[in-house]
């Protein structure tokens, strides 16, 4: 029998969107998010949309956005065109085959598979990926500005809006001694009103981390994202061992695949995982990722690469499916954005976002705000 969700056809393309503000990582400043956005057709269903973003090109780890849309247009669409798509795992497969790595790319491919795919079931993707346990997560924000007086003013606006009260730093572009300097500024402006968060992004060696990362936590920071290099297991579980009970030590570079995932729990290297569709490959990797984290006792935190609202929405779907030990999520890349490439976004009430109940990933694409960022219209070039 043919099956009702033969892959008939599949476009990619870059968007650029410029930010609100300059938002400032340990490896640089953006200015916009370029990302690739999926168009997936089945034969005799609806069609999808995935997407896969980058920060700052190939900075946050290999793949950039021009990279992901060669392995989409060159390697993955050509090997799934009248494909099975209703078999989520055998599309897995095949795209491994032909194509090594190229987690993000995959990622996208299989976010807009499964939207086309729960459309055309007239079902919310939840319900494919095991079904949900949650209506809303608690939503983080990043105060990224580089200013001590402006990340307070966001920081007290999103307190008075109840949009937010989860915050995390970006440090790691300054001297440590003048990081913990800002978030200590931070620390006390927000004092018992807000749950405060750090990101090295792999910024500090094991020393260093040993050093500053206890003056962080007596500024009153609970959790820790990736202090040193990824391939760093070692210093993360000597950082975990050592902070004891008073901090989490997050993973979030270090963990892509279910083997890293493996590796931290044996080594007891961290308290958290950071998921994110994009570097596990894909809604179901993630779930993979996630077996892990709850196999082995270890805590989930529903990470964003800055996605507009169609990676976002998918990024819910599947961190709605898993347990209670979770940190929530920091699902706000469409907050960051100027605009967005949807009718509506998700809602967010009391600090939470809500997870979107319609067909596919719960949102509808904006057809003309596609067009309206579309790199091949704006003629921008790569970051
Ligand atoms: C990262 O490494 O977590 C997520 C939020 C943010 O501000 O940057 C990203 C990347
Ligand atoms: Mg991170």
């Given at each position: 029998m043919q099956s009702r969700f033969v892959i008939e056809r599949i476009e990619a393309w870059i968007l650029d969107i410029p930010t609100i503000r300059p938002h400032k990582l340990a490896f640089g400043a953006i200015n916009r998010q370029s990302p690739v956005i999926v168009q997936l057709w089945l034969r005799h269903g609806a069609c999808g949309f995935g997407e896969a973003a980058t920060i700052g090109g190939p900075s946050?780890?290999?793949?950039s956005p021009e990279s992901i849309l060669h392995a989409i247009n060159a390697y993955l669409a050509p090997c799934l065109i009248g494909q099975d798509g209703g078999s989520f795992g055998r599309v897995l497969t095949r795209m491994d085959t032909f194509c090594r790595g190229n987690a993000f790319a995959k990622s996208a491919v299989e976010m807009a598979l499964i939207d086309a795919v729960s459309r055309s079931l007239e079902l919310p993707a939840y319900q494919l990926l095991g079904?949900?346990?949650?209506?809303s997560l608690p939503l983080a924000w990043t105060l990224a500005s580089g200013d001590v007086r402006k990340d307070l003013e966001e920081a007290q606006l999103r307190l008075e809006q109840k949009r937010h009260r989860i915050f995390k730093m970006k440090i790691g572009a300054r001297s440590p001694a003048d990081d913990v300097a800002h978030v200590s500024q931070i620390a006390r402006g927000l004092e018992g009103k807000a749950t405060l968060t750090v990101d090295v992004n792999q910024a500090w060696d094991g020393s260093t981390a040993r050093r500053f990362l206890p003056q962080l936590i007596d500024a009153g920071v609970t959790l820790i994202e990736q202090p040193v290099a990824k391939w760093n297991r070692e210093a993360l579980k000597v950082l975990s061992a050592s902070l004891g009970s008073s901090a989490c030590i997050m993973a979030d570079e270090s963990v892509c695949t279910p083997q890293d995932a493996m590796a931290l729990a044996r080594d007891q290297a961290c308290q958290v995982f950071s998921l994110k569709v994009a570097k596990h490959g894909g809604l179901l990797r993630t779930l993979q990722v996630a077996a892990v984290a709850e196999a082995a006792d270890i805590g989930w935190y529903g990470g964003t690469?800055?996605?507009?609202s169609i990676g976002s929405a998918a990024s819910a779907h599947v961190f709605a499916?898993?347990?209670?030990q979770h940190h929530g999520c920091e699902l706000f890349g469409p907050q960051l954005?100027?605009?967005?490439?949807?009718?509506?976004r998700m809602p967010i009430v009391d600090f939470e976002l809500q997870l979107p109940d319609g067909p596919g990933f719960g949102i509808e694409v904006d057809l003309g705000q596609l067009e309206r960022f579309d790199r091949a219209r704006t003629g921008l070039n790569a970051v």
């Open positions: 946050w780890n290999e793949e079904g949900k346990r949650h209506d690469m800055l996605e507009t499916t898993l347990g209670d954005l100027v605009d967005d490439i949807v009718t509506a």
